[in-house]
């Protein structure tokens, strides 16, 4: 009896579903059959033909789907908060934040609100994912299978839930992550480059993981190229280039979420004195469980004129509110910034202010190069920067900002005097070198201001300020770059303070540390000695502290020799029992790749001003050993000349799919520090041909 009532429910799920599907496609009395061809590159790369926009998209979600299945289908059940009832309970507190901010609800409004011409793309990307599960059934992990068919307002759903709750709203969220999101740019301006013409340098940093994941792809159609990537589940490139001109983007120091404190009276709030009742929403969700059974749970969710209440664990009550998340159209923008031909097209695209974060580093073939503070910040009656980072007092209702600024009001740099700009997380107002932005031409709370400058940024500008001429391989090595500012910085101090000292470990300690190249390259010996010294440092221990005046020169020298100095014996004690040897190679413990099928690793963590971020984790079935866990993904250094070249990488590969050729299989390339051709031609993809598929696709016309 109970097989028959799981397949009644089975069957109600997928017609349910299916009803959905239907819904949400463009209605259309017929279909128009339209060739699709995917070339698929020996890197796992896929190159997409399509006789229309509608075919090429089409492609781009079958090929998505083909390298992902398992993960994408994952994601998507998560977007329509209903993983703990495919999954199980560890789901479930996923499944509440998407609900409490009513994620499903909203994607049904944002698809009705796509403009036609992108709905059309949109639909057909759904369409292609679809297709891709229905013709290779035997490629998805059971599990997975009830998620499908997958609607377009999963997708519109997923692009909500990754941007705004994780990027955007993350902290106050509650997200747990490994690192901060993260990322390095550079756009040179022909003044600049030994070319004179324009270049670009994209490098997001983010955990090797989830929706985190990007998948790189190339994307042909009507008056359509674009080469690039997508964060997993996205329906158009978000990092790209065409033959014109490109962009990137980095995680930006923008304050667009914001956690108020209320106070509670009774069974209801107060706002400007007076008493307030709580609007509420009873959800149940369900939750399957060892058994297989689902087991039902009711909860009552609050709202404020704020927005969704959450209790925390310190005891108090608090309002979230997030900008973005009424934003119908950030995949419609990023589609159109891809289509864009020229620096006008481009920045009409941007101006629709559909994207809630991120900053944008551009460059094109005309030359022009920008930096922009992008995304939907706030406008806010009082305050500065760290004040709207902090709690906010929810009591008063002249904190609840109802509006955000235009593009117009948002700091940028275009074509600036010094030939390139750069951003490496810091805050707009280092984005290129002598600074040009001013921070009191905007408001306090529109990013921080006086922080001091990490060493990742820092260790960006130096590279390339002096550089009068940069070439495109010298950009690239730049981006290749695993040198240690820090090790600049306090190196030379160091040593000349341990041969003031009798410390005989320190002077063992510093015959190492003479010898080493300042890098983390693989053989290089002396990091891993530095690293367990600088762990122990602090700001307070410098000579000279940050100085705004000298923002990529400062902190400087060590204020108490001695102390340094024992501090270095210390590490040298640890490295030693760790290790056996104070001259451990750096990539002998660190490494990229699973155990057994791993190779040596170059890069370190962005603590030590270190370009090339690599983010590793101990290794627990094998002490002694780290492995590679985020930072660099994907990469892409630009030349815009006619025609257009780029050199690329993906980190872990193109597939995460059990068993994929393209899953991890880029490890060997990473330790060589090697990128590799986009191949943009037809020709040069043909000569490095893996396969060939022809799709048939019913289009809406």
């Known amino acids: 009896m109970k097989s028959v009532i799981f397949s009644c429910l089975l069957l109600l799920n997928l017609t349910v579903a299916a009803q959905t599907a239907r819904r949400s496609n463009v209605a259309a009395a017929s279909t128009a059959a339209t060739k699709t061809e995917i070339l698929w590159d020996n890197d796992g790369v896929p190159h997409i033909y399509g006789k229309t926009l509608e075919a090429m998209y089409y492609g781009f979600g079958y090929a998505q789907m083909q390298n992902h299945a398992n993960l994408l289908l994952q994601l998507y059940g998560q977007a329509r908060g209903r993983a703990a009832e495919y999954w199980g309970v560890e789901y479930l507190n996923s499944d509440k934040i998407v609900t409490l901010f009513g994620l499903p609800e909203r994607a049904q409004k944002h698809y009705q609100q796509q403009e036609a011409g992108y709905r059309k793309c949109l639909d057909n990307f759904v369409s292609g994912l679809n297709a891709y599960a229905k013709a290779h059934p035997e490629a998805i992990g059971a599990e997975f299978k009830q998620v499908l068919p997958i609607t377009a307002p999963d997708v519109l759903a997923h692009i909500t839930r990754v941007i ?129 059974q689902l087991k039902p749970q009711s909860i009552t969710y609050r709202y404020t004129k704020h927005g969704p209440v959450m209790n925390s664990q310190d005891g108090k009550t608090y309002a979230l509110r997030f900008a973005g998340l009424d934003n119908p159209s950030t995949a419609a923008q990023h589609h159109a910034m891809a289509q864009a031909r020229n620096w006008n097209e481009f920045e009409t695209a941007l101006k629709r202010m559909q994207l809630p974060m991120f900053n944008v580093v551009y460059a094109d073939r005309e030359g022009n190069i920008l930096y922009l503070f992008d995304g939907n910040v706030p406008k806010r009656s009082e305050g500065d920067w760290p004040f709207w980072m902090g709690t906010v007092d929810g009591s008063s209702s002249k904190y609840i900002w109802t509006q955000t600024h235009p593009y117009e009001d948002l700091p940028k740099v275009f074509n600036p005097p010094t030939g390139f700009v750069q951003n490496a997380n810091d805050a707009p107002w280092s984005c290129t070198y002598p600074a040009v932005l001013n921070p009191k031409s905007f408001p306090a709370y529109m990013s921080p201001v006086g922080l001091p400058l990490r060493l990742r940024p820092q260790r960006s500008i130096n590279l390339l300020k002096d550089d009068a001429s940069v070439t495109f391989e010298e950009l690239i090595s730049y981006k290749l770059n695993t040198g240690m500012e820090a090790a600049d910085r ?64 400062t902190p400087d020298g060590l204020k108490n020799p001695k102390q340094a100095v024992e501090i270095l014996s210390k590490a040298a004690a640890q490295v030693r029992q760790q290790y056996g040897r104070l001259d451990v190679a750096w990539g002998e413990v660190n490494r990229f790749g699973e155990a057994g099928h791993d190779f040596a690793a170059n890069g370190g963590s962005e603590q ?29 250094v630009t030349e815009f000349g006619d025609p257009v070249r780029a050199q690329v990488s993906l980190s872990y590969g193109n597939a995460s799919q059990p068993g994929h050729k393209h899953r991890g299989d880029n490890w060997q390339r990473m330790s060589e520090k090697k990128l590799r051709p986009a191949l943009l031609t037809r020709q040069d993809i043909l000569n490095h041909l893996e396969k060939r598929e022809e799709l048939t696709a019913d289009v809406n016309p």
């Not at 709750?165 to 030994?194: C, T």
């Not at 627990?620 to 660099?632: C, I, L, S, T, W």
Request: proline share 7%; charged share 20%.
């Open 164 to 292: 705004c709750l994780e990027f955007v709203g993350g902290r106050e969220a509650g997200a747990a992550r490994l690192m901060p999101p993260g990322s390095n740019a550079y756009a040179i301006a022909p003044s600049k480059s030994a070319s004179k013409k324009a270049m670009l340098m994209a490098n997001p940093h983010l955990p090797w993981e989830s929706f985190f994941l990007f998948f790189e792809a190339h994307l042909n159609g009507p008056d359509f190229m674009a080469y690039g990537a997508c964060l997993l589940g996205q329906p158009v490139l978000n990092i790209a280039f065409n033959n014109y001109l490109g962009w990137t983007h980095t995680v930006n120091t923008i304050d667009a979420a914001d956690r108020y404190q209320l106070t509670l009276q009774d069974d209801g709030y107060v706002l400007d004195g007076i008493k307030q009742a709580f609007e509420q929403k009873n959800v149940v969700l369900k939750v399957k469980q060892p058994d297989g």
């Open 490 to 553: 306090f190196l030379d101090d160091l040593l000349v303070a341990v041969d003031q000292q009798p410390d005989p470990l320190a002077k063992e300690a510093a015959l190492v540390l003479k010898a080493w190249d300042r890098t983390t390259n693989a053989d290089s010996k002396g990091a891993i000695l530095f690293a367990a010294w600088f762990d122990q440092f602090n700001p307070g221990m410098a000579a000279v502290g940050w100085d705004p005046q000298h923002p990529v020169s």
């Open 608 to 636: 030590y001003g270190i370009y090339r971020t690599i983010y590793f984790v101990p290794d627990r079935q094998q002490p002694g050993k780290n492995r590679a866990v985020a930072g660099d993904t994907y990469v892409a």
